[in-house]
């Protein structure tokens, strides 16, 4: 577990392309997503399921409502449609027209409220309000389990230090960032790689994208219950070796993070994605502690304080 | 992560047989099934979940609707069967017939909807209606339990590169083929294996068939975040080393891939399989390019490109 | 994938027992549970859910019926206990007694059906009946809900032939059972592991369980499509070497076969135990083919045909 | 799966700080739970899942009981300011307040049971009637969905020996405890680590937080079917050579224990975390047999004498 991997052949691709065209964005965006749009294929192509679970809550809620107005008049009109008098109401002169009785009449079959001060007369409501009420227990089913879904998706709720730091380590430096845990609930079996992106020009003069992992002195760690500090040691090995701030510039060096750890709470594996790129590094710098102790003898850890270095 | 693996021994059964009965259909569909039939085993064995999880869509609304008719038509009859007055009607002359009374009745006691315009009366119709509305409930949540599990269910929609590439390598040549991810979610942690299928005589003058593993260059990858060029050197450990066109057509050879990846919008691990028959390998070709970058800085990949090669 | 896994240190405790206290029944019966009984605990630390989805389902049908009788037993006696009148009914003379008329009353208010032949009447019939309709909402998300995590639970319906067979294999001999899938669903990247338990005296000449790890000739597959012929070849090194059907039966072997696999249908990881004891196997014989070629060029596996063998 | 793994660098951090601060509570509580509190973050960062799967069973109904009258509460107050007269009764004289058949109007529709003994009357009525009840079922699926979530999540309930016991152990001591399963359930691949934290002085004098891997005779074991005795062999590698009950309570010893498994009836791996601290250490002791054979021959554990051990 505590062995650094060796260091890797220098150039190979990730799973992002080796080709250079130009330049470009960063890789990895601030919220874990890649840079990378998509043509050829249609939306249609997409999992529908995805695309519903990971809309925002006010689209999610918008669209839920839309459909449930949607449907209530396609049924209301349908109700219309068959005749005048299929819908029978307790009071005739509530003030609502004909077209309010049988959207009104629709949702109380729909969510099988049904309180019988209008209901289904002859045989085609009747089979119409069969069917919806079907309808609406699958489908009201549907957009609750979907609810559920959104709000029990497993997400590593990680924060990450807002700067990449090359700190004093041993007798050489290192590269160096911190993260935390929002949440109180316990990770486990964490791990994490660390991948240099550059730009450089091969061989034939042209230039390409250059992808090497840094080895790390700790892959993984058991829990993570304080912070954990990823620490990639500088050495002869590393391609990092000798490079300076303007090196790194120059090469458009981006360092791209991948995390994986065990969440306890969700039963299940949580990764997240993180990069720095050359302007988001601090050179000569130290991480400052972020704990303390309670007077009742608790470790206090204060997650605002990821991002505190002092510089040396 | 990167060392391909030893080669193998050259003969071994990744889990289809050996043994040689004939000409034979491709091993693997193109739809990742395997060309299996079975035989000795009763279709009740299977499990009803999965049956009722893989059926299409039509089939599944198809057989529900008509499971829901049915449920009411028994109920409907049972009620009719207990006396002609045990359902109360607030409308006499509706002109619905008894058991379009009884019918509806059911589904709306089934449903729970309930309008109470039809209600039981008596001991007996009460009892058959308290148990038909807690059967019912079960039953749509079971039903819609169906759905979700049916949309929710992980897949992998990858796609890939119609032909095998016999493409130059280096000083060599390799096999490749490409996958992209047609989904926008990520996948991450990809592994590939290849195998070869032949046909050949053994020791005794047997026809028989053979599996070997083809090394890679690269098993696996962080993250497909755009395309996937999976390369299989022919190098002199290659099965493949000094093969023609003609050999592996005499072979029966058929390229065996399998993938797998963990899914990031479904928190679970998914896997593609695959499979190239002699006859669609490409020989002295390259991949296209698939991508290029958007004005704006974003990189920009093509789709429908995927399987774009050039003759060389 | 390939290299059998080196033989192990003669004897560990697997997760049995090593210590020895007369006869003992086999060790893993043949549904793959353990031959354990437990004392000390209390029925109570089981968890609830876990028995309840796994006792049978006429036990568990049983239960929710008897249940769902007695929530409406102790409801219809709360209204009766409320007073005689505050149940309001359309039909005064419908042949109910007071109290079947307040238990469907409750069964019509627990499932939500609501017909409103019969409502509550005054604060306190009202305040129940709110919340025994809300009661019921949950109580029966909650059966369903365990209906529907039986029968979704993932299951690897493996077929053991019905003998381990001590068959002829390259120079020498092997130890060599075959399983097959009775379900169509895929099966993946399964592992298999065999331990040899016996009774044999340690050093103070006490009797004492021995476990030993078999090395396989092929630990794991790719998928299962077929069949599989787990082969434990008897070199040298196994601790079956040189031993005969008799040092076996004083031995009380028993051979416990662990096997894991994915399936792909249920999206889980998979697991099965079997176990053959000494007089369960066959010496000096060889498994006949279970499969064929249709006309149509489809391999053909008859399940059926799993344990048949021929003696050599 | 045998072979220790090799001791580790001394010091490392896994998980936990190695910066001292003063004397410390125990880093893992007996319930496995971190002893850490946090600071700087919001209760709202939380996911609002886990802390309602998490909480005790009286908070959970608790607070969904409070729910549930809130929002009838609140829609109650709505029908009441859109005008006295928007509900429709049955019998004007139930001796309701208008609030109270309002509230109660409200519970109906939320649940959808509607009797219709009250029914909503105009436009914003229906309007709002048809909201709320839309609303209730997606409310009710959800709390249901958290009541399933709360019951049906794997959890470990091992059964851990309350003292670690430095025990002879071939020709010189280990330390040793012992698990049992308290559920009748299966956990199969076990694995177990094991920490010893201690605080020293570093080369500049100053106190620290020191963490080290203890090495296990037997990592993993193949299923929990009895017990489990964890064993760390005293060797010459061990950090805690040499090392007497009184150099423990100086370094202020803790072993933190970490153990995963898969749980068969849950399909899922599950984690069970605890430490033994310098005082709860047993020297030269032996645990007694847990086990026993039932006249049938069954084995027989008994899980009430976990912890026996005897002096020697």
Redesign the interface.
């Known amino acids: ?2 062995t650094p991997r060796a260091p ?2 220098p150039s ?6 080796q ?1 250079y ?5 960063r890789a990895i965006n601030k919220d874990g ?9 249609t939306r249609f ?6 695309q519903l ?2 809309i925002s809550w006010p689209r999610f809620l918008g669209l839920s409502l839309l459909l ?1 107005l949607a449907v ?1 008049t396609v049924f209301g009109l349908i109700y219309l449609m068959i005749g005048p008098d299929v819908l ?1 109401a ?2 005739r002169d ?3 027209s004909d077209f ?1 009785r049988a959207f ?1 009449f629709s ?3 729909l ?7 209008v ?5 085609a409501a ?2 119409v ?2 069917i919806e ?2 309808f ?3 489908a ?6 979907l ?3 959104r ?5 590593a ?1 990680l924060i990450f230090s807002n700067r990449l730091i090359v700190a004093p380590y041993r007798e050489g430096t290192s590269l160096q960032f911190r993260i935390a845990n ?5 990770l ?1 079996e ?1 791990e994490a ?1 660390m ?1 240099l992106m550059t730009v450089e020009t091969d061989a034939g003069g042209q230039p390409k994208r250059n992808f090497a ?1 840094l080895a790390l002195e ?1 892959r993984s ?8 500090t990823i620490v990639h040691p500088i050495t002869e090995d590393s391609p990092l070796w000798g490079k300076t701030r303007e090196d790194l510039e120059r090469l458009q060096a981006e360092v791209l993070i ?1 995390i994986k750890g ?1 969440d ?8 997240a ?1 993180y990069s720095y790129r050359w302007d988001e590094m601090e050179w000569s710098a130290r991480f400052l ?1 972020v ?4 007077p ?10 990821i991002s505190d270095f002092v510089r040396v």
């Open positions: 577990m505590t890797q052949t190979f691709d990730p799973g992002l392309t080709q065209t130009g330049a470009l964005l997503t890649f840079n990378v749009k998509r043509r050829g294929i192509a997409e999992s529908v399921y995805t679970v990971s449930y209530n029978h307790s009071e509530s003030g609502l309010a009104f949702s109380q079959t969510t099988t409220v049904g309180y019988g001060s209901f289904p007369s002859g045989l009747n089979l309000a069969s009420c079907a609406g227990l699958a009201f089913a549907v957009v609750t389990g609810i559920f879904a709000f029990s998706r497993p997400s709720k929002q949440r109180s609930h316990v486990t964490l790689d991948l992992e700790r760690i058991f829990f993570l219950a304080l912070t954990w991948l065990y306890e709470s969700f039963s299940q594996v949580v990764h994605r502690p704990f303390g102790v309670s009742a003898g608790h470790l206090v850890l204060d997650v605002s304080r």
